[in-house]
């Protein structure tokens, strides 16, 4: 096994799944997926899928649409998914607790993905990517790092970049 392989690093970011509009009766927090969001979430795991992806480290928001997105995800890819946790810092975030997030996660954790919302999500992918990035909903972005610790991670610029389109 080549050793530099085990300093390799990957953070896929993914944008909840397409969700009902905010009504008089449903906050923000409890919107639904709607049947095309629950089609695009299918097709984002197979995405995963395909690239063979095994997720280490699941971290959602505790809104309603990222956990149905996010169970859509552990359907699709079964024990792919090493572990998952809610975390509530993911719900109306900004660039500097996500960017926490990724430092603190599991030195043993080659693989994290944080399912979540923008404006955030896009905060983040501009960090990475030093220009402007848009996830549209059910989207996905993989970055890749040559870094030993989530730590650095934070701190360095992407090796690879997989675009949603690019899967």
Do not use: C
């Amino acid at each position: 096994m080549d050793k530099h392989f085990h300093h390799m690093k990957t953070l896929i970011l993914m944008r909840h799944a397409k969700a009902q509009h905010i009504s008089s009766d449903l906050t923000d927090l409890h919107r639904s997926l709607v049947h095309q969001g629950i089609e695009d979430a299918k097709q984002s795991a197979k995405k995963l899928i395909k690239h063979e992806l095994k997720i280490d480290e699941l971290i959602l928001s505790p809104s309603t649409r990222t956990i149905e997105t996010a169970q859509i995800l552990k359907e699709e890819l079964g024990d792919q998914i090493k572990s998952w946790s809610v975390q509530e810092r993911l719900y109306a975030s900004d660039l500097n607790t996500l960017l926490r997030i990724v430092a603190e996660a599991s030195k043993k954790t080659s693989t994290l993905m944080l399912v979540g919302h923008n404006p955030e999500l896009d905060e983040i992918a501009e960090h990475f990517l030093h220009t402007p990035h848009h996830l549209k909903t059910g989207e996905l972005i993989l970055f890749k790092f040559d870094a030993q610790s989530w730590n650095e991670v934070a701190k360095q610029k992407p090796t690879k970049v997989l675009f949603h389109d690019e899967f």
